[in-house]
C-alpha cells in the first residue's frame, strides 16, 4: 500500500458542486499538505497542517477549506467548484525536525476537472 | 521573499548525452534546496537536497546538483542520460525557519533515442 493515499484519483463535476478530496498516510508523519498544479506554474501551496489542532493557509487558499480529522487523515474541499479550479491536487506528508521537516513525501495526485 | 526560477519548460538530450537542468535561487540567506522528480502519473518524489553541508550533492539514479552561493544556482546534472530520466524536475527552496517549500515552475526532460 502507498504510504500517501488519495481519492478519488480522478473525478469530473459541475460548477457549482461540492467536492471533497480525501487525504490518508501511513508515515506517521505529524505534517500534512495540500497542494495543486497547473501546466507552467508548478506546485502551489493551498493548506498546511502540523498537527491535528493547527491548520495554516498557504499561497492559494481561497476557495479551498480543510480538516484534519485525525493526524493520519488531511482532507480538502471546495465548497461551490469553479472551472479554474480545474488542476491536479497533491497531499504531501513530512517529519518534524531540521531534515525530516524538509522531506516531502507526495500521494500520486488527485486530477478534477470542473465543467 | 524566497523564490526560484527554472530556465527552460522543456529540455531534450540525446540518450548518453549530458543532462543539465538550471534552478536560481533569490536569497539574501542560503537556503535549503531541492530537487524534485515526477514521473508520468506519479506524485513527486525527492531527488536530492543541498542542507548547508557540502556544496556538491548526490541524488538518486546518478543525479547531483552543485551549490554555487555566487551565483545563486543549484543546477541539476546527470553525465549520461538514460530513457527512464524522461520526466519533470522541479527545483523548490524553503528558507531557514521558514515553514513550506516553494517550487519552481519545472522542466520537462525528453531523452531522445
Known amino acids: 500500500d502507498a504510504d500517501v493515499t488519495q481519492t478519488p484519483r480522478n473525478r469530473i463535476t459541475k460548477t457549482g458542486k461540492r467536492i471533497m478530496l480525501e487525504c490518508s498516510q501511513t508515515?506517521?508523519?505529524?505534517?500534512m499538505y495540500w497542494y495543486r498544479q497547473d501546466p507552467g506554474l508548478g506546485l502551489r501551496l493551498i493548506y498546511y497542517?502540523?498537527?491535528?489542532?493547527?491548520?495554516n493557509k498557504g499561497e492559494i487558499s481561497d476557495g479551498y477549506s480543510v480538516s484534519r480529522q485525525a493526524q493520519a487523515k488531511f482532507s480538502l474541499s471546495l465548497e461551490s467548484a469553479i472551472p479554474n479550479q480545474t488542476a491536479l491536487y497533491f497531499c504531501?506528508?513530512?517529519?518534524?525536525?531540521?531534515?525530516?521537516?524538509?522531506?516531502?513525501?507526495f500521494g500520486a495526485g488527485s486530477r478534477l476537472t470542473v465543467l | 521573499a524566497q523564490s526560484v526560477t527554472q530556465l527552460g519548460s522543456h529540455v531534450s538530450v540525446s540518450e548518453g548525452a549530458l543532462v543539465l537542468l538550471r534552478c536560481n535561487y533569490s536569497s539574501s540567506v542560503p537556503p535549503y534546496l531541492f530537487w524534485y522528480v515526477q514521473y508520468p502519473n506519479q506524485g513527486l518524489q525527492l531527488l536530492l537536497k543541498y542542507t548547508s553541508a557540502a556544496t556538491l550533492v548526490k541524488g538518486i539514479n546518478g543525479f547531483e546538483a552543485e551549490f554555487k552561493k555566487s551565483e545563486t544556482s543549484f543546477h541539476l546534472t546527470k553525465p549520461s542520460a538514460h530513457m527512464s530520466d524522461a520526466a519533470e524536475y522541479f527545483c523548490a527552496v524553503r528558507q531557514t525557519g521558514a515553514n513550506n517549500l516553494f517550487f519552481g515552475t519545472g522542466t520537462r526532460l525528453t531523452v531522445i533515442p
Open positions: 508515515k506517521g508523519h505529524d505534517r
Open positions: 497542517s502540523f498537527d491535528v489542532k493547527d491548520i
Open positions: 504531501a506528508t513530512s517529519g518534524t525536525g531540521r531534515s525530516g521537516a524538509n522531506v516531502l513525501t
